[in-house]
């Protein structure tokens, strides 16, 4: 296409759009009666089975996908994603984040050198590191053996490792390595994030992981600062290089930050925030928490989808199937949302991962070539664990709005429980709910059902199901390692064929500088009042009231270090 086109343009696209009104006609209840549609409508894939059966989509919308990927030149853009072609062109930036996750013995160019060496070198570096840490060889200020660690990061330095390590902490071999050791992640610059994150825990033994590309991100330096001043005033300042270690490319600032740059472990420009789990960003905080040998198989996990996604056909390849899904509910049958439902408390963090691996991707409103669009990307997330979820908001999902729903669900417990007389053991309940689910919000139930069921006459309107309600169910044969790395890739993969189809630029994140850059303003004013007693200006009405009534009724930061975290 001319760098003017759109992929609205395409015939591919206007005839989805008229298929629009055949499906319109249809019913769930009469698809899922079709059981070679069913049948070819489920894909397996080293243990993980997708069943998008539950779509409103028959095989003849499928093939209109797959001429509408084409048409976009999906394959294309996925063989120049790992060929290390600068895809990501407003920032002129290849995407490479599955060289983070290659094989020792990979080949991934970007600018006609191989990356996967470099990859390979910070992962044994990590190794060794974390090895050190773990094993009591690397010691704290005091001698004291580091247990606790206390990763400060902020958006994809925050969010996929979170959900990681949540996904693990209750896995058998993970908890096993994990004894006598705690994680946890400090994001968000309210000083409340700080209390809670140093409560109960020692200086002496505790490491800090400072995570930022630049070591420039306003909020995770001030944590930084703050970490660093709980430490050094508990423990002397020379001992921030025994307690602080870096994640980070600027050595220069890392090393003016009081952290030995020996102890900074490095990633590239190619690896996007969101994408940054399999990175230093994740691995550091993860191995040290659970080991590099678990944190490895994550990876293998994720390396598997990738090379799947790569080389597998359209009509059997998970991540372009549910893209192509994603794009038929977003752009052509309207709904403008996705709930992520796992039947997994283990993965009660994947929903804000997705929001943001999504959302921020996808959120955008001209194409790659700067075209405004005229069709709808991207959609909004959300989601809860099964079956805390039926109990908060599956009513408007049954008999609201219409909501596509992915339901996960895994076949082996992490933590199975078998109680005696009980018709089915937790893990069985729990899954009832998993396979129920999708068929109630696909049939729906009738006013005839309900009448033939002897329901009073002014009821039966409140408890019509209309169904016809789309859904996917995807299941893991376990939730190990692995299966969370290929799960992660799954998400990952299936958002970059949204924005390929779309013909944006799901890389770049330039709708988060804007208010950035306001509250570098507002920064300025609010140290201007509090330090030289300047009124508040250059603001609209509203804004300067509110800065206003702020700086008139809230106290300034002390000074003194002591006080600084009181009660902690």
């Given at each position: 296409?001319?760098?003017?086109?759109?992929?609205?343009?395409?015939e591919s696209w206007k005839d989805l759009r008229a298929h629009v009104e055949e499906?319109?006609?249809?019913?769930?209840?009469?698809?899922?009666?079709?059981?070679?549609?069913?049948?070819?409508?489920?894909?397996?894939?080293?243990?993980?089975?997708?069943?998008?059966?539950?779509?409103?989509?028959?095989?003849?919308?499928?093939?209109?996908?797959?001429?509408?990927?084409?048409?976009a030149r999906v394959k294309e853009k996925i063989i120049r994603m790992f060929n290390g072609e600068h895809i990501n062109s407003t920032e002129n930036r290849s995407v490479?984040?599955?060289?983070?996750?290659?094989?020792?013995?990979?080949?991934?160019?970007?600018?006609?050198?191989?990356?996967?060496?470099?990859?390979?070198?910070?992962?044994?570096?990590?190794?060794?590191?974390?090895?050190?840490?773990?094993?009591?060889?690397?010691?704290?200020?005091?001698?004291k053996t580091l247990k606790d660690v206390v990763a400060v990061g902020i958006g994809g330095s925050f969010l996929g490792p979170l959900f990681v390590h949540t996904a693990l902490q209750t896995e058998a071999e993970a908890r096993e390595c994990a004894r006598g050791r705690q994680l946890r992640f400090l994001a968000n610059v309210d000083p409340i994030d700080v209390a809670r994150n140093i409560t109960g825990l020692n200086p002496e033994t505790t490491l800090v992981v400072v995570v930022s590309k630049t070591f420039t991100t306003a909020e995770t330096m001030l944590n930084a600062r703050t970490m660093r001043e709980w430490i050094s005033s508990a423990l002397g300042p020379q001992a921030v290089a025994k307690h602080m270690v870096a994640v980070s490319t600027n050595l220069m600032l890392v090393e003016q930050f009081g952290i030995d740059p020996n102890n900074a472990f490095a990633f590239w420009d190619w690896v996007g925030g969101r994408y940054s789990v399999c990175s230093a960003v994740g691995v550091l905080p993860l191995s040290l928490q659970y080991g590099f040998?678990?944190?490895?198989?994550?990876?293998?996990?994720?390396?598997?989808?990738?090379q799947h996604f790569l080389s597998a056909p359209f009509e059997k390849n998970i991540p372009v199937l549910l893209g192509l899904l994603s794009v038929w509910n977003v752009s052509f049958l309207g709904y403008p949302a996705r709930a992520?439902?796992?039947?997994?408390?283990?993965?009660?963090k994947l929903a804000p991962h997705i929001q943001q691996v999504s959302m921020e991707s996808n959120g955008k409103g001209v194409s790659i070539d700067g075209v405004p669009l005229?069709?709808?990307?991207?959609?909004?997330d959300f989601g809860e664990p099964g079956t805390n979820g039926q109990h908060s908001f599956y009513q408007l999902i049954h008999q609201g709005r219409v909501i596509p729903c992915d339901f996960i669900g895994v076949v082996k417990s992490q933590q199975p429980i078998y109680l005696k007389d009980e018709v089915v053991n937790n893990h069985d309940e729990l899954m009832s709910?998993?396979?129920?689910?999708?068929?109630?919000?696909?049939?729906?139930?009738?006013?005839?059902?309900?009448?033939?069921?002897n329901i009073p006459e002014h009821l039966v309107s409140h408890k019509t199901f209309s169904g016809n309600r789309p859904s996917l169910s995807i299941l893991l044969p376990s939730l190990n390692?692995?299966?969370?790395?290929?799960?992660?890739?799954?998400?990952?993969?299936?958002?970059?064929?949204?924005?390929?189809?779309?013909?944006?630029?799901?890389?770049?994140?330039?709708g988060v500088e804007l208010g950035k850059s306001l509250a570098t303003q507002v920064r300025k004013q609010l140290h201007a009042s509090r330090k030289k007693g300047e009124s508040v200006e250059g603001f609209n009405f509203s804004t300067k009231t509110l800065i206003t009534r702020y700086l008139e009724t809230s106290d300034d930061v002390p000074s003194d270090p002591s006080t600084l975290l009181p009660n902690i």
């Open positions: 296409m001319a760098s003017s086109a759109l992929i609205s343009d395409t499906i319109n006609k249809t019913h769930l209840r009469d698809l899922m009666n079709n059981t070679n549609r069913c049948q070819s409508m489920m894909v397996e894939f080293d243990g993980i089975v997708i069943d998008y059966s539950r779509q409103r989509a028959t095989l003849d919308t499928l093939n209109k996908l797959f001429s509408l990927a084409e048409a490479l984040h599955v060289a983070l996750r290659a094989p020792r013995d990979a080949v991934i160019n970007c600018d006609g050198k191989n990356v996967v060496p470099e990859v390979w070198h910070v992962l044994d570096k990590i190794r060794d590191f974390s090895e050190r840490v773990r094993s009591g060889a690397w010691v704290g200020a005091t001698g040998s678990i944190v490895e198989k994550f990876l293998k996990g994720a390396s598997s989808v990738d992520i439902l796992p039947y997994s408390q283990a993965l009660e005229p069709y709808q990307t991207g959609e909004i709910n998993f396979f129920a689910q999708p068929d109630a919000l696909a049939y729906g139930k009738t006013p005839e059902q309900l009448q033939k069921e390692a692995y299966n969370i790395g290929q799960l992660l890739a799954i998400y990952e993969h299936r958002v970059a064929v949204q924005g390929f189809v779309w013909c944006i630029n799901s890389f770049d994140q330039w």
